[in-house]
């Protein structure tokens, strides 16, 4: 069965200090991997996804992700986190019948 | 704008009661899902669909019902057999291929 961990809780981070967020699945066959962000009381924003190709994917508000097979991992990064990232992100994997598997949610706190 | 529509955004039921949310996109998307959120337990798959008149059971769908009568809607009722009902459900869409789910804002289901 496919699944979606998100070992963290909560992480804090510094404003202006590059964040990570982790993610790691367990799919069969090729994994279609994505990451959302979730602000209070509004539905899920889509920031980025992995489908196929480079390893390291490019998304929305200057969030990236790499995508590492042998780790079987997908973590969330930012270079410089802003106050404004502070939110609950979300990592997915979507399966063969485009069920999407959802990971219970890493609650990201930038401090000023 | 594209995109989907949740309504009510607050909505209070009483013991033994039906309650209808509303879902509608205007995305022109095939698949639709109904999702429930607790604190602490990201987001558990209800029901979803993939092409009109027809729809599949989620990992929670207990307590639930659905119609899928038109594309562009998929209102979802919380039954009185349902009997924890108080949590955000969010609908949300997508294309079949590899595009990314769209989501609403939201309905805050709480108990009378």
């Known amino acids: 069965a496919q699944s979606v961990a998100q070992p963290e809780d909560q992480v804090n981070v510094a404003e202006g200090n590059p964040l990570t967020v982790k993610c790691t699945y367990s799919?069969?066959?090729?994994?279609?991997l994505f990451w959302y962000v979730q602000y209070p009381n509004r539905g899920l924003q889509f920031l980025l996804k992995?489908?196929?190709?480079?390893?390291l994917v490019k998304g929305s508000y200057g969030f990236e992700a790499e995508f590492n097979k042998s780790q079987t991992s997908f973590h969330l990064k930012k270079p410089s986190a802003l106050v404004s990232d502070s939110a609950l992100y979300f990592c997915?994997?979507?399966?063969?019948?485009?069920?999407?598997?959802f990971g219970t949610g890493t609650r990201l706190k930038v401090l000023a | 704008d594209g995109g989907i529509t949740q309504s009510p955004k607050y909505l209070f039921r009483k013991e033994g009661q039906n309650v209808t949310l509303s879902c509608e996109q205007n995305?022109?998307?095939?698949?639709m899902y109904w999702y429930r959120q607790d604190p602490g337990q990201g987001l558990r798959l209800i029901y979803y669909?993939?092409?009109?008149?027809?729809?599949q059971k989620g990992d929670i769908a207990e307590g639930y019902s659905v119609s899928r009568e038109k594309k562009e809607s998929f209102p979802l009722t919380v039954t009185s057999a349902q009997k924890n009902p108080t949590a955000f459900y969010l609908c949300?869409?997508?294309?079949?291929?590899?595009?990314?789910?769209?989501f609403g804002d939201g309905t805050r289901l709480s108990i009378l």
């Open positions: 949300a869409s997508s294309m079949t291929g590899t595009q990314p789910q769209h």
């Open positions: 799919v069969s066959g090729n994994p279609y």
């Open positions: 992995y489908i196929t190709g480079d390893n």
């Open positions: 997915a994997v979507r399966d063969i019948t485009y069920k999407y598997i």
């Open positions: 995305l022109n998307h095939d698949a």
């Open positions: 669909s993939q092409i009109v008149n027809d729809f």
